[in-house]
């Protein structure tokens, strides 16, 4: 398995669909899906009846996975960049290819 080139917490920005252009934090990265969580973008509704541990019911918003394609690290400028894997001081780092800064 190769190295992930987007981890939990990272800034990313959106790429394509309803959220295309927002950005934000990575709050988790699954894998073996190709999606991660995103803090605030992509949030669904759900419609809760009420039960023991949650008496008032209600609507529960929370985000919902995106393809991984469908994202990408922003670089310092809140700009889309795409990722490179370097050597530097005899350790493996993830570094954006814009700018040359190490994330």
Same mark, same amino acid.
């Given at each position: 398995m190769s190295a992930a080139k987007i981890k939990k917490g990272d800034?990313? %920005?959106v790429l394509a669909g309803k959220d295309k252009g927002r950005t934000g934090a990575v709050?988790? %990265?699954m894998p073996k899906d190709d999606k991660v969580l995103v803090e605030g973008i992509n949030v669904h509704a759900k419609?809760? =009846?009420?039960?023991q541990s949650n008496p008032q019911g209600g609507i529960e918003r929370k985000p919902a996975p995106l393809h991984? /394609?469908?994202?990408a690290v922003a670089? =310092?400028?809140?700009?889309?960049?795409? %990722?490179?894997?370097?050597e530097r001081d005899g =350790?493996? %780092?993830r570094v954006?290819?814009? /700018?040359?800064e190490v994330l």
């Open positions: 800034k990313i %920005v709050l988790q %990265v419609h809760r =009846k009420p039960d991984i /394609s469908n994202v670089d =310092k400028d809140g700009k889309p960049t795409r %990722v490179r894997f370097e =350790k493996k %780092v954006a290819v814009k /700018s040359g």
